[in-house]
């Protein structure tokens, strides 16, 4: 596929179809979000008191982590439009590594949580808790999946500048994961 | 001369977000509440998401419909936050 044609064009980057799984995606994140939000409203004093046994800062820390490896991403994607497959590969290669600093972090985080006692029953707070940031750590290991797919193909030469519609495709799909978490880290570990 | 500027314009957005993220890290750190406060890091949420959208997602220059309706989705569910959060206090 023609890239440069596509900008042209002002087509979204990356297969079309991509595309409907993002918005889907981000309609039940966003549903999710809302439930959240508004079940706090009905249980103020438990959700704060809740939020404040969880590691903010290791919330923050995974915002910056997925922050750095989606700015990877973007130069993985800078690389292969200048026909850099080399360094694509690294970028790649440096986005998957970071992501999965994001699963280690929130792995230690679900431990903590999971060896004081809370689980998925202990109340209303940490329900949406678990639930929202499982969901989400599957989705990174998705897109650590696909961001690996991509590289092989990228190291067996099977994208240039002409055609990488599968590296806009990956990023696309990478950006959307960290995309959620910009709004889950503020709403389930900031605001009270 | 050389025109290649000192600093992509992807890595002046990304040490952007990580200030905003740093910010609201702290904000959340002194324990202040209230609308303001709440109001303050949705709508650090809501630029952040958009600068993600525009810059890394690379949407800035796709057709308007597309743009739009991502930003009207972060508009929407930051918005919806807030007028639970609203809510809360009233």
């Not at chain 1, 044609?5 to 980057?13: I, K, M, T, V």
């Not at chain 1, 918005?23 to 979000?33: H, R, T």
């Not at chain 2, 597309?66 to 959060?85: E, P, T």
Request: glycine residues 8%; hydrophobic residues 55%; charged residues 10%.
């Amino acid at each position: 596929m023609d890239t440069s044609r596509q900008h042209d064009s002002g087509a979204l980057p990356g297969d079309f179809a991509i595309w409907i799984f993002i918005f889907a995606e981000l309609l039940v994140f966003g549903v999710f979000f809302l439930a959240y939000a508004f079940s706090r409203a009905n249980n103020v004093e438990l959700f704060n008191e809740s939020q404040l046994e969880l590691n903010r800062l290791a919330g923050a820390v995974n915002t910056i982590v997925l922050l750095t490896s989606s700015y990877f991403v973007v130069r993985a994607v800078a690389s292969i439009r200048a026909n850099d497959t080399r360094h694509c590969g690294h970028w790649l290669l440096a986005a998957i590594a970071v992501g999965g600093v994001f699963l280690i972090i929130k792995m230690f985080e679900f431990g903590e949580k999971f060896s004081a006692g809370v689980s998925l029953s202990t109340n209303t707070f940490f329900m949406f808790y678990l639930s929202l940031t499982f969901f989400h750590f599957m989705h990174v290991i998705l897109g650590m999946v696909i961001l690996a797919a991509v590289l092989l193909k990228t190291r067996r030469g099977g994208y240039s500048a002409d055609d990488h519609t599968g590296v806009e495709t990956g990023a696309s799909y990478w950006h959307m994961v960290d995309l959620v978490w910009l709004i889950l880290f503020p709403l389930v570990y900031v605001i009270h | 001369m050389s025109t290649k500027p000192l600093i992509r314009p992807c890595t002046l957005i990304w040490l952007v977000l990580l200030a905003l993220t740093g910010l609201t890290y702290f904000v959340g750190k002194s324990g202040v509440t209230g609308m303001a406060v709440v109001s303050f890091v949705l709508l650090t949420t809501l630029f952040k998401s958009q600068m993600v959208v525009d810059y890394f997602m690379g949407l800035k220059h796709v057709r308007p419909f597309w743009r739009g309706l991502l930003f009207g989705y972060l508009l929407l569910v930051c918005s919806m936050i807030g007028l639970a959060y609203y809510l809360s206090l009233a």
